[in-house]
């Protein structure tokens, strides 16, 4: 399979923005949840594929927060909102050597509680990584430069210190939260996208019965003979239709003998004969009045 088939659809601006919203309502309510916005999927997307775009996001919007951040952190006098993110745009594009393209996704995110803890606790780890690689690089040094420190194989390694042992506590945690906050808002898409097609079900059922009984409260005395013709064939299809659809609930079951006795084959006779005497009347009534 080539690699243009494998690959899914691409994501559209709304579905990223009812991603990154979902996300924000299952974080910040665990216990019930909500799905504003999340029923603007046009499809449905599979949960290993919400997960991806999520990291995807994430990370992208985790970086231009801190390009903003720098920005502002550098607190040039008159600057206003645009000429940050313009800044931003131009540090991140430097950075990355990649365009910003996830605006619509960052402004639903930057100012929400979730998100800005979300940041907070990836800075942190980032400068925690970085101070331990800053510190093996000191120690490597120091060790270089002083032949006698020789390492002893049988000395034991330092224990983790408990502000360092509570932070990665956290972030493990917090690892298996988003695992678990991406499962409960693909079973949301999932649930909307239900509610949606049974809706849409119910609402052309609904449209169907009005337009059926119209057809069934026809009044045929104002009718020329072509309209009568019409809706007697309407009416047929309409009656055909419900008698079948019962008989497939269980509602009316139909005779299962091949062989229709001679009472029932003359009582259908006398009643197209009724229809036919009927109609002959109706005929003669018109001829009449065009007289």
């Known amino acids: 399979m080539s690699a243009s088939k494998a690959r899914g659809k691409n994501w559209t601006v709304e579905e990223d923005e009812a991603l990154c919203t979902a996300w924000l309502n299952v974080s910040q309510d ?11 999927f046009a499809e449905l997307r599979v949960p290993s594929g919400l997960k991806a775009r999520w990291l995807l996001i994430s990370k992208a919007c985790s970086k231009f927060s801190g390009c903003v951040a720098q920005i502002y952190g550098r607190q040039q006098s008159g600057t206003t909102q645009s000429d940050v993110l313009k ?3 131009t540090l991140y594009n ?5 365009p910003f393209t996830l605006l619509h996704a960052f402004k639903i995110l930057e100012n929400a509680p979730k998100w800005k803890q979300y940041v907070d606790l990836k800075v942190s780890a980032a400068n925690s990584s970085a101070l331990k690689r800053r510190r093996l690089d000191e120690d490597e040094s120091f060790e270089d430069d002083d032949p006698s420190a020789t390492p002893s194989p049988s000395s034991p390694s330092r224990p983790m210190g408990q502000k360092a042992a509570k932070k990665l506590k956290q972030q493990q945690a917090s690892h298996a939260d988003i695992g678990a906050q991406m499962a ?3 079973n949301l898409l999932a649930n ?6 049974v809706l849409s079900r119910e609402r052309t059922a609904a449209i169907n019965r009005m337009a059926n009984h119209a057809i069934m409260s026809v009044d045929f005395s104002t009718l020329s003979e072509t309209a009568k013709e019409f809706y007697r064939v309407e009416q047929e299809r309409i009656l055909q239709q ?3 659809e019962n008989s497939r609930s269980g509602v009316f079951e139909p005779p299962n003998d091949e062989e229709t006795s001679e009472d029932e084959e ?5 009643a197209e004969a009724c229809v036919d005497d009927e109609h002959d009347s109706e005929l003669v009534e018109y001829d009449t009045d065009d007289d």
């Open 242 to 244: 419900i008698l079948a």
């Open 94 to 98: 430097t950075s990355t050597k990649s």
């Open 87 to 89: 800044q931003a745009f």
């Open 184 to 186: 409960k808002a693909s």
């Open 30 to 40: 665990g216990a019930t949840g909500t799905y504003q916005r999340v029923d603007t």
């Open 266 to 270: 003359q009582g259908s006779e006398a």
């Open 192 to 197: 909307a996208v239900k509610d949606k097609a």
